[in-house]
């Protein structure tokens, strides 16, 4: 067994075991800041495309046009979702960024989100969805109440979701080290927060993974491929349409 194996043994044993209990083990994907298309994007929707993995896109409107919509003619399997509005911080120096945060009037936020999600929707039809996912994974909390005024179904950040008047979906193991490298993470790393989310999800919430194209280096593409291989070999793994996850969620009332 190589060292690669054995980092990747324990989510094995971890996935067989949850099919032979009967169990189901789901995952979906949302990668960042896609506005034109490009190589590293090409290589992600190439990916994705493989191994019939559905791909979320949250497409900053400012700066994106039809040539995205003619690349994703191509890309059936990938969805668009609004990422902000330019993806702006407007936050003062010294605090965390934010583009939807209180530091502006509430009508102007709200005004530039609709303009958005109308923007997505006219250029990619049914490819859009009315999913909000903020830069930065930062929204202010009295936002989130007014994102169903301007016809927001759902609304995905990072980490464990919080009650809200719409749809929260969202990612949970993100591949990136931030604060490190800026590389990939450790695969082994990422590889127990994986099992770490199927073993404790609430209601079984999907794993979600968050990417972004634009940054991977070498060992980001070689995880991918590895996970989407490794879960392909597992029966009852499934990685999720955004849309499957927005219904669930309205059906529960969230």
Known sequence: MTSSDRIWQPLVEELAGRQGAGRKSEFWLRDDDAVDPMPALDRLLDLTGEFAVPATLAVIPAFTDEKLVARLDEAPHATVAIHGWAHRNHAPEGQKKQELGAHRPREAVLDELAGGLSHLTDLHGARAVPMLVPPWNRIDADLVSDLGSIEFAALSVFGPPKPAPLAVINSNVDIMDWHGTRGCRDHGLLVQAI??????????????????????DESAWRFLERLFTVTAQIETCAWVPIRTLIGRCAGRGK
């Open 195 to 216: 099992i770490a989310h199927l073993q404790h999800a609430f209601d079984d919430e999907p794993v979600g993974l968050l990417t972004h194209h634009l940054v991977h």
